[in-house]
C-alpha cells in the first residue's frame, strides 16, 4: 500500500527544545493532518492543513505544508516530557485514499 | 461530531479462537471503512476497505479468510481474526470516511484494539 515518508525515523532532544518532523508523499492531496500516538494507544489528531493553506498554528504546534515540494513539516516548540510519542502525517488523497507517513518516534529527555 | 467507537479497546484470547473487533459511527453514516495494522514501533498499514452492503477489497498479502469484515449497516463494520494465533498479535484500528457529513477531515478514527493471543 502507499505510504509517505517521514524523517527521522527517531529523534531524541532535551526538554525545552524544539522537534522538527518531515513528511513527504507522492500524490495529489486534500488535506494533511499530524496525528500523535502514544506507545499502545490510539491516535490523537493533531492538526490539519488543507491543499491551499501553507502554515496552520496551534499551541506549540506549528505545521507547514508545501505542495509543491510535497512535503509537510511538524514543529514542536519548547518541548516537554509529555510530547513524548510517535508521530505521524496523515495525507487525504485527491483520489479518497488515506495514506499513512512513516512515523517518528520522539523522547524528550528530562 | 463524526465520532467512531471502536471495541473492545483491548483482548487477550486463546490460540484457535476468533476474535471480533467492531468498529460504530455514532453520529453519522459511514459508507466506507478502513481497517489498519499496526505492528510495534511502525506505521500502520492498510488492510482493508469496506463498503456497505459490499464485499471488502483486500490489500495485498491480506489473508481474506483469516481476516473477515463485514459492514453490514452504515454504522458498523466488524473485522473478525478467525483461528488466531500469537503472530496475529497486533494493534488494530479502524477509520471511517466522513465525506458528506460536514466534516473537514475526510476521515475519523478509532480509538485501535490491542489484540494479544496467547
Known amino acids: 500500500s502507499q505510504q509517505g515518508e517521514e524523517d527521522p525515523q527517531a529523534l531524541s532532544i532535551q526538554e525545552g527544545e524544539n522537534a522538527t518532523m518531515n513528511c513527504s508523499y507522492k500524490t495529489s492531496i486534500n488535506n494533511l493532518q499530524w496525528y500523535r500516538q502514544n506507545s499502545g494507544r490510539g491516535l490523537v489528531h493533531l492538526i490539519l492543513i488543507r491543499s491551499n493553506e501553507r502554515e496552520k498554528h496551534s499551541g506549540r504546534l506549528r505545521v507547514t505544508l508545501d505542495t509543491s515540494k510535497k512535503s509537510s513539516s511538524l514543529l514542536i516548540t519548547a518541548s516537554r516530557a509529555a510530547d513524548t510519542a510517535s508521530y505521524f502525517c496523515?495525507?487525504?488523497?485527491?483520489?479518497?485514499?488515506?495514506?499513512f507517513g512513516s512515523g517518528t518516534r520522539l523522547s524528550i529527555r528530562p | 461530531g463524526a465520532v467512531v467507537s471502536q471495541h473492545p479497546s483491548w483482548v487477550i484470547c486463546k490460540s484457535g479462537t476468533s476474535v471480533k473487533i467492531e468498529c460504530r459511527s455514532l453520529d453519522f453514516q459511514a459508507t466506507t471503512m478502513f481497517w489498519y495494522r499496526q505492528f510495534p514501533k511502525q506505521s500502520l498499514m492498510l488492510m482493508a476497505t469496506s463498503n456497505e452492503g459490499s464485499k471488502a477489497t483486500y490489500e495485498q498479502g491480506v489473508e481474506k479468510d483469516k481476516f473477515l469484515i463485514n459492514h453490514a449497516s452504515l454504522t458498523l463494520s466488524t473485522l473478525t481474526v478467525t483461528s488466531a494465533h500469537p503472530e496475529d498479535s497486533s494493534f488494530y484500528i479502524c477509520?471511517?470516511?466522513?465525506?458528506?457529513?460536514?466534516?473537514?477531515?475526510?476521515?475519523?478514527f478509532g480509538s485501535g484494539t490491542r489484540l494479544t493471543v496467547v
Open positions: 496523515v495525507m487525504y488523497s485527491s483520489a479518497s485514499k488515506i495514506i
Open positions: 477509520s471511517a470516511s466522513v465525506l458528506g457529513t460536514g466534516s473537514n477531515y475526510g476521515y475519523t
